[in-house]
Structure formats: structure tokens, C-alpha cells
């Protein structure tokens, strides 16, 4: 299966633009290069805890630095490297020897439920032991086609099933509490389009009546008017539970890969990877709710009224009608799941916060991403825009990677658990108190 980021930096080198070598470490082994100009940093000033903030205000001007081509170079983890929390947490290594775990969903009975994308498979954990550790891990359902999304339903306490989002459809499988094997095979729903953009996030309204389907675009900023490989993507689509009557719940989204409900509101949140190849600081990821018929720019605006110049003078009617999202994130971040903090075991402040990994791109000359961030939500139902830096050290000084952050669930006893593509690995993350 060809990766996402592959087919960005062919598409880049395809059209034109040359992507460059990122800066070598220094002759003492660190990753040398000027320091960032704040509201933007990178992996080197990345420290738990630290509160940031960017406004449409800070964005320079499109090609302000030059496209990179900046890959990660993964390499195993060393022995004494491991995730950094802010005071207080501990972390533990909960699982590993995985095969790429992707998205993370606990189960109403508590069971942790995670999608090996590559392997086909989703597993099932069940308990945590005096060690951290499951005290039980099976296989729930194999054969499948790259999934990523899980979603059990109908809501509530009492699932008849499973549903999953492979690459190319909505499939689902019987599912009853406490169950650690499918009860059957699965049963297709809905066709949606390959290639390009390959997660499919599910989830259902807190009323269980409707499924949203997160569909990324196939490309960077190729036009739908002219593209129609590009049609019914890069949407937040709707559908019945039974798959029929499809809907754009929200357009304009170019990669809407993580989604989560507030189960205070109901209201719909996403975790967004915008585009590439504008430069280091363009265009932020981002982390926001949802508006129904709402368009979020892509591909012709972005963050607002600020044209796209690959598309000059493409749609000026909807140069006013671009919603600015709530949080926006270091540009080329990656920012894949996201949940709402559930859980009783972390300091009260932390009630009804948002959780994000952010997996970390290729597209910047100095790494962001790589690191799982907070955002702060005060009590309130919305963001203020800013977000913390909660989960880091996933790479080394040099700049190489050995972790890259996924999916992020609560489990039921109120700890933090993390996938790591990176590593094959779940971290699970504790309050301990200073």
C-alpha cells in the first residue's frame, strides 16, 4: 500500500516543485538549523506542558521559504529513549510488537478496540494489570482492507455491532459486550473512493441516527471542477446507520482524518491535515468542530479568505463564506486522532479537554508533529485556539524518528492510551500526582 505522504511528494516533484533535503545534524550529532519564529516551532522546542497559539494573523505569505521534501528516517528506539508527559503522569509501555495500530476506540464495557491498518486486522484488549500492561489480548477480526475507523453501535451501552472503516467501504460486524471474536463476517454498507488520502474515520451521532465517514481528498490541491477523482472527496460525508442516503455533512476539508463527538454537546470534532509544498509555516493543520453545510476552503482558500495561489482567481464567491477553524496546529504536524478526556483519574482541569496525536509530516525543513497535544477547553463547549504540547520526545536529537503518535483513547480507568506507528506500540499515560 502505497502512503500518503508518498503520493504528496510525487505529486509535488510532478508538478514541478523540487522538494529539498532537510538540514543534516551538526558535527555534534544534533539537528542544526535556525531557531523558529515564534508562534512556529519545531521537535527541538517541543516540551510538555508549554502552552502555543496561532491566529490567521501569523501566517506568512505562500512560498515565504521554499517546499521540503523531509521524510522522517526511522529507527528503532533506543533504550533510554521514551515518551515525555508533564509532571505528574507516568508513562508505561502497554503494548507492542504491533503492526501498524492506527485508530484507537474503547468499548462501551471497556475493551480497547485498535485497527492494524497494514495487517488487516483489529485487536481487542481487555484489563489493565498491575504492570500496565492488558491482561488479555486477541484478535476480534482479520481479512480486512486497511481499516482505521471504529464505531460501535447503536450508542449507549448495549452495541449490536462494530463498524469499521476500510480504505474503499463501511463494512460491520455483529458485535455483543464482551466479545473478543466477530460473531460473524463482515457486511458491506457503503463503497467509498480509493487512492490518495486512505484512512476512513466512522462514528455516529450521540442520538445513534446518523454515521459520519471522514473521505480525504486523492491529491494535494487538485481542482474538483476539473478533477473528478476529486469528487465527494475531501468531506466529511452522512448516512443513515444502514448506509443508505449519503450526504456532504461538510466540504472544503482536505484530510479529515480523526473524528469525536462531545458527549456533552453532541457536537461533531475533526483532526484535519491541510495542504503541502506553500512552505515550512503553511498552511496549519488544525483541530475543530464541525458546522453542518459548512466549506472550510479546500482547495481553492484556506484558513479563511486567504487565496490558494495554485488557484488564483478560482471561486471569489466563496472568498466570505470560509470558516476559520478553532485551533490551528503547527503547519505539516499531521494531526490524525483526537478524543475528549472522559475520564476521572486526571487533575479536574482537564474535564472535557481535547487529546490529538499528531503523527508528524514531510513537508517541513525542521520536523513538527511527532507528539500528542492538549487543547484546553477551560469548561467551556469551545477552543480558544490555543493548544499544549503533552506527550513528546518521539525524535532524537538528530532528527531521526523512532515514534509517531496515532489514535488516542481514554481508557475506563481514566489513563491516556496512545498509538505509535512508529514503534508498533501503545503507550498508556497515568496521573500519579507531582
Known amino acids: 500500500m502505497i502512503r500518503p505522504a508518498c503520493l504528496l511528494i510525487l505529486a509535488a516533484t510532478m508538478s514541478g516543485v523540487a522538494p529539498l533535503s532537510a538540514q543534516p545534524p551538526s558535527a555534534t550529532g544534533k539537528f542544526d538549523a535556525p531557531a523558529p519564529t515564534p508562534p512556529f516551532t519545531d521537535f527541538r522546542y517541543e516540551s510538555p506542558g508549554t502552552t502555543r497559539k496561532i491566529t490567521p494573523a501569523d501566517l506568512p505569505a505562500p512560498y515565504a521559504t521554499k517546499g521540503v521534501g523531509n521524510g522522517p528516517h526511522m529507527v528503532p528506539r533506543p533504550a533510554d529513549a521514551w515518551p515525555k508527559a508533564p509532571p505528574g503522569f507516568k508513562v508505561e509501555l502497554f503494548a507492542s510488537e504491533m503492526k501498524n ?11 480497547i478496540f485498535v485497527a492494524e491498518t497494514e495487517a488487516g486486522r483489529i485487536r481487542v484488549f481487555r484489563g489493565i494489570g498491575a504492570d500496565g500492561k492488558p491482561q488479555q489480548v486477541e484478535v476480534f477480526a482479520g481479512g480486512l482492507d486497511a ?49 490518495g488520502h486512505s484512512t476512513r474515520d466512522v462514528i455516529f451521532s450521540a442520538d445513534g441516527k446518523r454515521l459520519f465517514v471522514a473521505v480525504g481528498s486523492r491529491s494535494n490541491v487538485d481542482d474538483p471542477d476539473t478533477t473528478p477523482a476529486e469528487r465527494f472527496r475531501a468531506n466529511i460525508l452522512v448516512y443513515n446507520p444502514d448506509g443508505g442516503e449519503r450526504k456532504v455533512f461538510a466540504a472544503g476539508i482536505r484530510n479529515p482524518v480523526g473524528l469525536a463527538i462531545d458527549p456533552k454537546s453532541g457536537e461533531l470534532w475533526t483532526s484535519i491535515n491541510e495542504r503541502d509544498m506553500l512552505g515550512d509555516n503553511l498552511v496549519p493543520d488544525y ?39 478553532d485551533v490551528l496546529i503547527q503547519p505539516h504536524s499531521a494531526s490524525l486522532g483526537l478524543v475528549f478526556y472522559d475520564g476521572k483519574q486526571f487533575p479536574p482541569e482537564y474535564a472535557g479537554d481535547i487529546f490529538a496525536a499528531e503523527h508528524g509530516s514531510w513537508n517541513k525543513a525542521a520536523r513538527a508533529g511527532y507528539e500528542v497535544i492538549r487543547v484546553p477547553r477551560h469548561g467551556t463547549a469551545r477552543a480558544s485556539g490555543e493548544y499544549q504540547d503533552f506527550l513528546t520526545g518521539f525524535v532524537l536529537d538528530n532528527g531521526d524518528v523512532w515514534g509517531r503518535p496515532v489514535g488516542v483513547a ?8 496512545v498509538t505509535d506507528d512508529g514503534s508498533g506500540s501503545i503507550w498508556r499515560v497515568s496521573y500519579a500526582k507531582p
Open 147 to 195: 481499516p482505521f475507523g471504529l464505531a460501535f453501535y447503536p450508542p449507549g451501552a448495549e452495541p449490536q455491532w462494530l463498524y469499521v472503516g476500510n480504505t474503499g467501504a463501511v463494512v460491520r460486524l455483529p458485535y455483543r459486550n464482551g466479545d473478543l471474536k466477530a460473531r460473524g463476517k463482515s457486511e458491506k454498507l457503503v463503497d467509498l473512493p480509493t487512492g
Open 287 to 325: 483541530i475543530t468542530h464541525v458546522q453542518e453545510g459548512g466549506f472550510y476552503g479546500w482547495p481553492w482558500w484556506y484558513i479563511g479568505a486567504n487565496q490558494d495561489p495554485r488557484h488564483a482567481g478560482k471561486h471569489p464567491e466563496l472568498k466570505d463564506k470560509i470558516i476559520v477553524p
Open 101 to 111: 495500530p492506527r485508530q484507537i476506540r474503547r468499548a462501551p464495557n471497556g475493551d
Open 410 to 417: 481514554v481508557a475506563s480507568d481514566g489513563s491516556l492510551l
